[in-house]
């Protein structure tokens, strides 16, 4: 994996850039659709690719390895071909998955014990069969297993957490330099920062990290935000953490968030982002905007002919009405939830490709100025 920075913004520490894979180019900044099982819920691949405008998406270790499993991925040739994405894939270590999803996990310096979250057996993540499993899975760009510590865990359950993360990333590195891709193309690996709130137990990451000097950390992937901390907490620690990573690597905001948490992340020098939200507000009637959030279900659309989203760049956004997709909503239509995220999608990636237009033309902090406020609007 390479990467190409192309510029960066005078008034913020905003940037663009460009990441070449072997399954394709990704201009940042970019938000990544989440295709945890291997599938980007309710939106066909053609859309995702034609409509939405993805240049890569997700995929989680954690579910995949549970199911449909290693076998079935290998057979299949990885996940690429077993889902039919011919363009890039990120797959999380599924470190977040155990702590958020199972409800007995043991943490050991060796690995993490957890249950099924699908019928309670028994499995064991360790640095290097999570590598491997990630070989079998054969995204492009694979995280490293990590602890995801709680955004309100005090100071020294938090320096635990770090050192235990620090330990499994060793091991990683040394498992994934000493194992090669299984499917004739390349792969790449990022650390994750974590440390919580703690600006010492963030630089400390950072320090380690960058002190493991591998060459084939493609980038490097900012966790354990947005999981309860206060926003201004976030922002913080965006703030600290990424003039200190290299200017050559592209910089991984993990499962955040809002529009306005987005670009507030891009000023602060992020390049890649994903979260659920596009998706999983959508199939409950939420819809992003710029002008705005709009609840579907409100009785205001009920006789509102009017197209979803003028602004749109969604076929949806022009083919069907705030009345048509109310009564969908209302009346229980699965079509109402796929309607409602290929707009929330087109409208994420709409956000990037923007911001990446401001930060070309060097006005990004001023345009971020102006759309933040409408953003989080109540239409």
């Known amino acids: 994996m390479k990467f190409l920075l192309e510029k960066t913004d005078a008034a913020s520490d905003a940037r663009c850039g460009t990441i070449t894979t072997d399954h394709g180019v990704i201009q940042t900044p970019i938000f990544m659709p989440v295709g945890t099982i291997g599938s980007v819920k309710g939106v066909y691949h053609r859309d995702l690719c034609d409509d939405v405008h993805a240049q890569i998406i ?20 990885g996940l690429h071909r077993f889902e039919g994405w011919d363009r890039p894939i990120l797959t999380d270590s599924g ?52 602890e995801c510590c709680p955004g309100d865990a005090d100071f020294r359950y938090a320096e635990k957490s770090l050192r235990l993360t620090q330990e499994w990333l060793e091991r990683f590195s040394a498992r994934f330099a000493s194992t090669e891709p299984l499917y004739g ?9 974590q440390g919580c709130v703690y600006p010492e137990l963030r630089k400390r990451a950072v320090e380690h990290a960058l002190g493991l000097g591998c060459d084939f950390h493609g980038g490097y992937a900012i966790g354990g935000l947005a999981v309860g901390e206060p926003v201004e907490k976030m922002y913080e620690m965006l703030e600290l953490v990424c003039p200190l990573l290299p200017q050559g690597k592209p910089r991984y905001l993990m499962g955040v968030g809002t529009p306005v948490n987005i670009l507030e992340g891009i000023a602060r020098g992020v ?68 309607v409602a995220s290929e707009h929330n999608l087109a409208f994420y990636l709409d956000l990037v490709r923007q911001a990446r237009a401001h930060i070309l033309e060097g006005d990004f902090a001023r345009w971020k100025d102006s759309v933040v406020p409408m953003l989080s609007n109540r239409l």
């Open 95 to 146: 470190g977040f998955q155990v702590f958020s999803l199972s409800p007995i996990r043991k943490l050991t310096p060796e690995g993490c014990t957890f249950s099924s979250h699908i019928d309670g057996s028994k499995h064991t993540f360790t640095p290097e069969n999570n590598v491997d499993t990630q070989r079998v899975i054969g995204a492009d760009i694979m995280m490293a297993l990590d």
């Open 58 to 77: 997700l995929g989680n270790t954690y579910h995949l390895y549970l199911r449909p499993g290693l076998d079935t991925l290998r057979k299949a040739g």
């Open 185 to 193: 193309y390349s792969q790449t690996m990022f650390p994750i920062i």
């Open 271 to 338: 390049d890649m982002f994903d979260c659920v939200m596009p998706t999983r507000n959508g199939r409950n009637g939420m819809l992003f905007t710029w002008k705005g959030i709009m609840n579907m279900r409100n009785e205001k659309w009920k006789d509102d002919f009017s197209p979803i989203d003028p602004e749109g760049t969604s076929f949806v956004d022009r083919k069907y009405t705030r009345a048509y997709l109310r009564h969908l909503f209302i009346a229980g239509e699965m079509f109402a939830a796929m």
